[in-house]
């Protein structure tokens, strides 16, 4: 029913659909905090779908990302605009988006009832995250262009970098003892590496549809090497963020932790200059999987079983607090953000 919140049960069926990794590694999570983000990640989708669409008009993707980054900032309390948004967005995906997509379309209405329900505190995090993706990906149907690594920094703000603030932001309501303003300086930079590893990994099939998310010097051996240091240094930053949450809360840990260790385990695939493999085998995520389990707990086998995931890679680290302070949007006004364009 439109008028009823999505159940946890078929908010994990769309979850399964869409995202494998997510459907594997959101589980881990403490059963509340595992609810909350799959709903925010169905949320990034729903609008991540509407922006991908082959076949709708960009002008007309352009304001719909707008409007619901309007009603994202608003707190997703305009029930008439929520009605609005999803009959327009189905008309827009309808003869573009894959059949998994077009069903989590469909249900957007009861995706942010289920939203709705929520503490308040959890609603205004999720409504930040979710406006400025939103205008991110308002902004990159103008076109981007990245010929810096600055340009691949403010990119990857948007798609991931937000995403890492929000789920600092839920992480540390979950624990008083987390402390919030440590897990921000990271987070930016945690995103950013899970971005930029799917970006390395996807390069070459972007290529060619004629869309590049890296320099131009990105195309030769010696600039492959920089740009998989430079993420490898990000992920860095990611372990130090899961080494700053307590061992008390291994779901958290576990959740992290699988998801970078996947990240450098493909990066050393691409070390090999032919990457004839583009994905990690599942033998190997089944034994990341085991092995985040059992070092998750304990920060000596963390880092461990990070350094051995990621054996042979070289790092190029950042200042991430300087990273966060030049792209991100959390502390801004959205209507600010929104005029900004």
């Known amino acids: 029913m439109q008028d009823q919140a999505i159940t946890s049960e078929r908010q994990h069926q769309h979850l399964i659909k869409v995202s494998r990794t997510f459907a594997l590694t959101i589980p881990l999570l403490p059963k509340e905090i595992a609810d909350q983000i799959s709903n ?22 352009r304001a719909w990302l707008k409007e619901f980054a309007d009603f994202a900032s608003g707190g997703f309390a305009d029930e008439m605009q929520l009605m ?24 957007m209405i009861p995706v942010l009832k289920r939203t709705l329900s929520y503490p308040q505190p959890v609603k205004r995090i999720l409504s930040r995250g979710v406006a400025i993706l939103c205008y991110g990906m308002a902004k990159s149907l103008n076109g981007v262009t990245i010929a810096t690594v600055q340009d691949v920094d403010e990119y990857c703000y948007f798609v991931a970098g937000v995403v890492g603030e929000l789920l600092a932001c839920i992480f540390a309501r ?27 990994k996807d390069r070459l ?77 599942r033998r190997k995520v089944k034994l990341l999987y085991l092995l985040t389990s059992l070092c998750a707990g304990n920060n000596f086998f963390t880092k461990v079983l990070y350094r051995i995931a990621g054996c042979g890679l070289k790092s190029q680290r950042e200042d991430p607090e300087k990273l966060r302070e030049r792209v991100s949007k959390w502390d801004k006004d959205t209507f600010d953000i929104l005029i900004e364009d």
Request: charge should be negative.
């Open 40 to 61: 925010a990640y169905l949320l990034c989708r729903i609008a991540d779908t509407v922006e991908d669409d082959p076949k709708a008009p960009v002008d007309k993707k």
């Open 84 to 107: 609005s948004l999803s009959s327009k967005a189905v008309e827009l995906v309808e003869k573009g988006a894959k059949e998994s997509e077009l069903a989590l379309i469909k249900e």
């Open 174 to 200: 979950a624990d008083s003892n987390i402390d919030k303003e440590v897990l921000l300086k990271l987070s930016v930079s945690f995103g950013e590496g899970l971005q930029l590893t799917n970006i390395l």
């Open 205 to 281: 099939e972007d290529a060619k549809r004629g869309v590049s998310f890296l320099p131009d010097d990105a195309q030769s051996s010696e600039g492959m090497a920089k740009y998989l240091a430079l993420t490898k240094g990000h992920l860095d930053d990611a372990l130090d963020f899961i080494l700053h949450i307590p061992v008390t809360q291994c779901g958290i840990r576990k959740f992290c932790l699988l998801n970078i260790c996947m990240a450098v385990a493909t990066l050393r695939l691409m070390q090999d200059s032919s990457f004839s493999k583009k994905k990690i085998t």
